[in-house]
T-cell receptor, first 114, second 110 residues
Framework: DSGVTQTPKHLITATGQRVTLRCSPR?????VYWYQQSLDQGLQFLIQ???????AKGNILERFSAQQFPDLHSELNLSSLELGDSALYFC?????????????FGPGTRLTVL | GESVGLHLPTLSVQEGDNSIINCAYS??????FIWYKQESGKGPQFIID?????DKRQGQRVTVLLNKTVKHLSLQIAATQPGDSAVYFC?????????FGAGTRLTVKP
């Protein structure tokens, strides 16, 4: 158990819909990262937040957004969903930044868009 | 283009043998490398990391080697066990942007 929690574990929805994925980092970790893992793309970095502020952006679509709240939990919002958005979405946390601190991953949310 | 990649998509070894999983990177500016293990239905699990000022780092049954001359990273697992069966990813950090390889599936035969 990494100490990172994610909810829900599974999510099934239809195209065009909007969903919110939630992540709680390990106690004491200030940075939260979101990743998408699909069969044909591997693990793709989406976005990082540090202590409530956006720190780095990866391959995140404009239809996706994220935020980190004062209690450090984070939410990833996916809107106007398409079939291709079906994937595993992982959250990871670390103390400060990925250059010096290990990222610990949550169990993931499996999103299926029908 | 710049990429992080793995030489082999699958690796099958006999229980008790040593395993070597390889990874190539192309950005000489990368300064931090990590190996993750991902079991079916679970998130990636940190195994070991290495910074660019090092050539070798050892953990419990695992060793990571970094060859900056040829931009190559390897993970060695000693006395491979059935519980080591998983997908192994290498990752490199470039300016606060983590990039992952496609992964190698390690299968341990009893």
């Amino acid at each position: 158990d990494s100490g990172v929690t994610q909810t829900p574990k599974h999510l099934i929805t239809a195209t065009g819909q909007r969903v919110t994925l939630r992540c709680s980092p390990r106690s004491g970790d200030l940075s939260v990262y979101w990743y998408q893992q699909s069969l044909d793309q591997g693990l793709q970095f989406l976005i990082q937040y540090y202590n409530g502020e956006e720190r780095a952006k990866g391959n995140i679509l404009e239809r996706f957004s994220a935020q980190q709240f004062p209690d450090l939990h984070s939410e990833l919002n996916l809107s106007s969903l398409e079939l291709g958005d079906s994937a595993l979405y992982f959250c990871a946390s670390s103390v400060t930044n990925p250059v010096t601190d290990t990222q610990y991953f949550g169990p993931g949310t499996r999103l299926t868009v029908l | 283009g710049e990429s992080v990649g793995l030489h082999l998509p699958t690796l099958s070894v006999q229980e008790g043998d040593n395993s070597i999983i390889n990874c190539a990177y192309s950005n000489s500016a990368s300064d931090y490398f990590i190996w993750y293990k991902q079991e079916s239905g679970k998130g990636p699990q940190f195994i070991i990391d290495i910074r660019s000022n090092m050539d070798k780092r050892q953990g419990q049954r695992v060793t990571v080697l970094l060859n900056k001359t040829v931009k190559h990273l390897s993970l060695q697992i000693a006395a491979t066990q059935p519980g080591d069966s998983a997908v192994y990813f290498c990752a490199e950090n470039r300016s606060n942007d983590m990039r992952f390889g496609a992964g190698t599936r390690l299968t341990v035969k009893p």
